[in-house]
C-alpha cells in the first residue's frame, strides 16, 4: 500500500467512527433515550436520524410496540372463600420511556415482573367480590375495567399503559374440586326440587280453580234446566187444563187410550185390575 493512502484510510476511519457515534437512527416502533454521562437529557424523539456527542452522549432504545407476558398459574380466593388457580397473560406497552427507565432502568424482565404484581393485586381484589359462577360469566369488559381500576395508577407510575388482561384458564385446586362440584350438585338438585314444588303447587291451583268453575258451571246449568223444565211442566200442564175444560170428553178419551197403549200388550206382563173399574170404560162402550 502506497504510504500517501495511509492518512487517507486512517481519515476515513476516523470520519466513520466519529459519524457513527454522532448519529443514531430511531424507527417507528421504538422509543429513544439521550443520555449525558448517564442523566436522561431527551425522551421525545421521533423516527429518523438523530445527533448526539460521542463520549459525552449515549443513546438506548426500547420497543414501543405492544408486548405481551404469559404468567404461570396463581392462587386467588373468592367472595366464598374458594382457591382458584388463575392463569393469565398481560398486553402493555411503554407510554413514558423515560418514567419507565427510572423505573425499571431498563431492564424489560424487571418491569414485567412488576407489572405481573400489580396485575396480581387487581386480580386479587376483582375476584374476591365474586363467586365462582360470577368469576367464570363475568363479561369480559366488566372484568377488565375493574382491573384497570385496581391497577390503573400503579401502572402509570412505572411507564406502562396496561392494554388488555386475558385469563387463559380457571381451575379449582384438585383438593376442593370435589367438594365444591358435590356443594354444587346439591345447590342445583335444591333448586330443581323447589321449582318442582312451586309448579305443582301451581298446578293445584289452577286444578282447584278449574273444578270450582266447573262446580259452578254444572250447577248454574242444572239450576237453568230444572228452571226451563219447571217452565214446560207448567206450560203443559196449562195446556192440558185448557184442553180437558175445553173438550173434557175427548181429554178423557185421549188420555185412556195412551193408558192402554203403556199397560197393554206387553209381554209377561200382569194386570189385577176389576173389570167394572173406568179403566176399561171405553172398552166396554164401543158406541162412544
Do not use: C
Not at 431527551?42 to 408486548?67: S, W
Not at 418514567?99 to 396480581?120: F, N
Not at 363475568?138 to 388488555?164: C, H, K, N, P, Y
Not at 175427548?250 to 173389570?275: E, K
Amino acid at each position: 500500500m502506497p504510504r500517501r493512502l495511509l492518512p487517507v484510510l486512517i481519515g476515513a476511519v476516523a470520519a466513520y467512527w466519529l459519524a457513527s457515534g454522532m448519529l443514531f437512527q430511531v424507527h417507528e416502533t421504538e422509543h429513544a433515550i439521550k443520555f449525558r454521562f448517564g442523566e436522561i437529557v431527551r425522551t421525545d424523539y421521533e423516527p429518523g436520524l438523530h445527533v448526539m456527542i460521542p463520549v459525552v452522549n449515549t443513546a438506548r432504545k426500547f420497543d414501543r410496540r405492544v408486548l405481551t407476558r404469559n404468567y404461570p398459574a396463581e392462587q386467588f380466593l373468592t367472595s366464598e372463600g374458594k382457591i382458584l388457580n388463575v392463569d393469565f397473560f398481560v398486553k402493555w406497552r411503554i407510554s413514558d420511556v423515560g418514567q419507565y427507565y427510572q423505573a425499571t432502568g431498563g431492564d424489560e424482565e424487571a418491569g414485567a415482573g412488576r407489572l405481573a404484581e400489580i396485575v396480581k393485586d387487581g386480580l386479587k381484589g376483582v375476584i374476591a367480590k365474586r363467586t365462582i359462577q360470577q368469576v367464570v360469566a363475568a363479561e369480559r369488559a366488566e372484568f377488565i375495567g375493574d382491573i384497570l381500576q385496581f391497577a390503573g395508577q400503579s401502572v402509570s407510575q412505572l411507564g406502562f399503559t396496561l392494554v388488555d388482561v386475558r385469563v387463559k384458564r380457571i381451575d379449582l385446586p384438585d383438593e376442593v374440586s370435589e367438594s365444591v362440584y358435590s356443594r354444587m350438585s346439591q345447590d342445583f338438585k335444591r333448586q330443581a326440587a323447589q321449582l318442582r314444588a312451586e309448579g305443582d303447587e301451581q298446578a293445584q291451583r289452577i286444578r282447584a280453580e278449574a273444578d270450582r268453575e266447573r262446580t259452578e258451571i254444572i250447577a248454574g246449568g242444572n239450576r237453568d234446566a230444572q228452571k226451563i223444565r219447571g217452565e214446560g211442566d207448567a206450560l203443559s200442564a196449562a195446556t192440558y187444563a185448557r184442553a180437558y175444560q175445553r173438550y173434557p170428553d175427548f181429554y178423557s178419551f185421549h188420555r185412556s187410550l195412551q193408558a192402554y197403549r203403556n199397560a197393554l200388550g206387553q209381554p209377561n206382563d200382569v194386570l189385577v185390575i176389576a173389570p167394572e173399574g173406568e179403566f176399561f170404560q171405553y172398552l166396554k162402550q164401543p158406541g162412544r
